[in-house]
């Protein structure tokens, strides 16, 4: 029996169904031998003894400082050559907290910081804190309108920039602080620590996630929950003072909290690697030997990124991979060259990773482990009863790491941080991913259970690139899909009637909206979106497949500035296509992703005549019938199966490649 998923469950990729639909078939497939129910209870109790101490009464802030006590000569930060030991950087966050003080910044306000990846960028961090305020990180390369939305439902009354950076922000009610010009003003306030103003039970910062209405959702993280995700990592995979920790992330994904923070607790050595370096394969490769890297976290396509370069490994390199789910193929090669390597997961809302595992051999599925201290996993039924170790349900996470809410999402909040039935006064948060616990208490992730997926590390409500695409002018409706591996997002439109949109300027309508992560590349036209029996809802899985050819254009990296900086990034992806006059040179290479079309002109859909004969695709298989991936009960009469569009026309659709007079047929 086959150890995979159905496509449509893998993960990386969305189903549909729900879990009570789904469940009982996709856990008879996971394994070739069977397992007699084990029983739970014995199972996650070892699993979830994962009670430890922890500095309960202090924040990272406070851990900081005593560190620069203990090592104040040591090297805290690096970064494009300059240098900030413990006592320096320290010194520098008091500064800013005074003045930050001044300016109404305490417990809980929320603080926007939009800066250039350096080592003042931490001091200022830290400096928020130190303030008892809370950060939302604003990277710059996000587009203006998604910046202006993070400020708008954050109404943070204060924002941190730079003076080349300050255009990039909207102008509002909020005070701006320009670190260039107010540099001489921070530098004459004490560097003595301020009284001590919050608790661990204050925000410490608000992340925005993807979310399914079009508007991105403001995850609210208190200090107590971030303090016990770096202290239980410092134990496992462990950081110690010996250690240099390079950090690639922007700080609008929340994993950068352990790059910039998990060190600075430890002792241990931060080099802050600048964007342009990062996100390309050789000069990341460099720096990494430059700043004598002993730990890099990164997700999986940014570690393909290091390896498609010819990167020959670090013999003491530990390689943290997260974000993504972990191929087996590349854990074998990252074996081959690091010391060791982690696989780490966990959602956003219970604080950057909630499960560790250390990959020991290559071979088969990666498991996410087992959950870090303080930390509760549950797989649970649709009626939050937990199923016996081998079968699948949806992953519940309890513990010390839950976030406080989602802000001003009073609603979203209550679906998905639901009441732990088992422990009274206690949360849950519902990932939405399926899993299921082996039994040997080790926890498989599984793939979605609903629309959202991961592109190059980030999470992506497909919703809201669909509502960045249908706000077009020329667009009527738009659908947005993940295929092929390395995952890539795809934009399925229906143009408005007479019109002709171009996918280049749908992708800039779209970079404009969303960043650029969350940018499709191939974009299909369609006469009609395909619906479901009840007339409703978009039959994702019976959507035309983009037609394999040449090879697109390679994305890079993020802004105007960065895009000067690190037009040699290939394939780490944020989502941008190069101008097609620049572009066009490099169509006629062979591609293992989804095209969007000749010389980046798209690919026209339309639904096939009745009379038309089925057709085997281009590598010479006939077609599934849509939807035969999915997993569904035998006899289940009344499961929903994808058909035509309203008009009732039959399902093929010919794939037209403008430019090409004869279509090619496909049955989906």
Known sequence: MSKSLPADLSMGSHATGTLDRVGPAVGAGLSETHHPAADPREILAALNDTAADYPRDRRAHELIAEQAARTPGAVAVESSGAKLTYAELDARGNQFAHYLRKRGVGPDVLVGVCLDRTAEMVAALLGVWKAGGAYVPLDPDFPAERLK????????????TLAHLAGRLPAGAAHVVDLDAERDAIGREPTGPLPHSGTPANLAYVIYTSGSTGRPNGVAVEHRALVNFLVSMQREPGLTRADVVAAVTTISFDIHH???????????RLAVLRWADAADGVRLAEELD???????????TRWRLLLAAGWAGRPGLRAFCGGEPMPPELAGRLLERVAEVWNLYGPTETTVWSTVHRVERAGGSVPIGHPIANTQVY???PQLEQLPAGEVGELYIGGDGLARHYLN?????????????ANPGQRLYKTGDLARLRPDGVLECLGRIDHQVKVRGYRIELGEVESALASHPLVAA????????PAELVAYLVPRPGAAPTPEAVRQHARERVPAYMVPGPVVFLDALPMTPNGKSIARRSRPEPRPGPRGPEPVAGGPAERRRARPARDLGRGVR???SRRDRRLRRPRRHVPQGRGGRGTRVRTARPHDPPRRDVRGHHRREAGGARAEPAGDGDAERPRAAPDRRPQAAAVHDRGRRRPRVHVP
């Open 149 to 160: 939305l993070y400020l708008e439902d954050s109404a943070a009354p204060v924002v941190v």
């Open 258 to 268: 352990l790059e910039l923070w998990l060190p600075l607790i430890a002792g241990a």
């Open 290 to 300: 430059r700043y004598g890297a002993t730990v890099l976290q990164a997700t999986p």
């Open 379 to 381: 797989v649970l039924d």
């Open 409 to 421: 999402r009073p609603e979203l909040t209550a679906n998905r941080f639901v009441a732990d039935p």
């Open 478 to 485: 738009a659908v947005a899909h993940v295929t092929g591996d």
């Open 578 to 580: 190069e101008p097609e």
